[in-house]
């Protein structure tokens, strides 16, 4: 079973900075894409930041210059450095990857979600 299992989120004052963590775990045979999305109370869930397998950024132009995604070297694990946050930051952020389990096709998988508040 595939779980990806998000942690860093939490309080933070406006110009501060966090940094994501989500872990992948389960019996895979490759990883594609890895992507950070967020979405705040009564918005939709909107794409924050994405990363190839050959490490190929994308990031939304709201945290462009502030947000910094990654990728460990076993692509297992998959990281958001956020700076300078602000107010209109405040979402839960969702790790999200394309995996090929083994035996299966790739599929789009979610993790739980991380609360990150941006206030003072």
């Known amino acids: 079973q595939v779980q990806l299992v998000e942690s860093g989120g939490g309080l933070v004052q406006p110009g501060g900075s966090l940094r994501l963590s989500c872990v992948v775990s389960?019996?895979?045979?490759?990883?594609?894409?890895m992507a950070w999305y967020r979405q705040a109370p009564g918005r939709d869930r909107e794409l924050v930041a994405s990363?190839?397998?050959?490490?190929?950024?994308n990031y939304a132009d709201s945290v462009k210059g502030r947000f910094m995604i990654s990728r460990d070297s076993a692509k297992i694990a998959v990281y958001l450095q956020m700076k300078d946050l602000e107010p209109e930051d405040t979402a839960v952020y969702y790790c999200n990857a394309n995996i090929e389990p083994y035996g299966m096709t790739a599929y789009d998988y979610w993790g739980q979600g991380t609360q990150v508040t941006v206030s003072s």
């Open positions: 990363i190839s397998t050959g490490g190929n950024t």
């Open positions: 389960g019996s895979i045979r490759a990883i594609n894409t």
